[in-house]
């Protein structure tokens, strides 16, 4: 079974850090794009970073030099260190993975969400 788990979302103060890991069960595959996602109240869900299989990363500029995405292909794992965390950044925050798969068309994965609330 297919299975995206994430973890380490909280409260924290403006200023603050946290790390969102995502482990991802079942994907035998190596060829995926693996990435992060949040949406606030009331807003769409925003891309906030990927880390492709090659190994190049995507931020949205309001987290570049804050943020940072990597992956851990041995564990199928994907992590978010967030710095400098803001109000803004507040939301639930979502992992995506993206299989390619030889024969078929690929295969879009979502986490279950963990809240991010940054306090003033």
């Known amino acids: 079974q297919v299975q995206l788990v994430e973890s380490g979302g909280g409260l924290v103060q403006a200023g603050g850090s946290l790390r969102l890991s995502c482990a991802a069960s079942?994907?035998?595959?190596?060829?995926?794009?693996m990435g992060w996602y949040r949406q606030a109240p009331g807003k769409q869900r925003e891309l906030v970073a990927t880390?492709?299989?090659?190994?190049?990363?995507n931020y949205t500029d309001s987290v570049k030099g804050r943020f940072t995405i990597s992956r851990d292909n041995a564990k199928n794992t994907v992590y978010l260190q967030m710095n400098s965390l803001k109000p803004e950044d507040t939301g639930v925050y979502y992992c995506?993975?993206?299989?390619?798969?030889?024969?078929?068309?690929?295969?879009?994965?979502w986490g279950q969400g963990t809240q991010v609330t940054v306090s003033s």
């Open positions: 995506n993975v993206v299989v390619y798969r030889t024969y078929s068309l690929p295969l879009t994965l």
């Open positions: 079942g994907i035998v595959s190596i060829n995926k794009d």
């Open positions: 880390v492709l299989s090659d190994g190049n990363t």
